[in-house]
């Protein structure tokens, strides 16, 4: 019986410290595997990076097409691409050239 006195005497005196042990350990968690985590953070930011890097691919890409389309146009007509493209789409070619894709 004076066992479980001492024992109730020593939790009472820790009582303080084995709440913010507990807390601790509880934060700690949530820091590390939370959904506002450190560990979603980093994968947050590795996804930006390479969206970002996506992101500058496509634009150039769209970049290219849009200057092509500026020189299709009547006002500012690219003979050599015009050209260019009618080979392409229709198929024409002379006997003396040479094709290469």
Known sequence: MKYL???????RQNLLSIIAIALFCYFSFHIMMGERSYLRLVSIEHKIEKLGTE?????????????????MRPASLDVDLLEERARDILGYSRADEEIIL
């Open 5 to 11: 006195i001492a024992q109730r005497h020593l939790i």
């Open 55 to 71: 992101y500058a691919a496509l634009s150039a890409q769209r970049q290219a097409l849009e200057d092509r389309v500026v020189r």
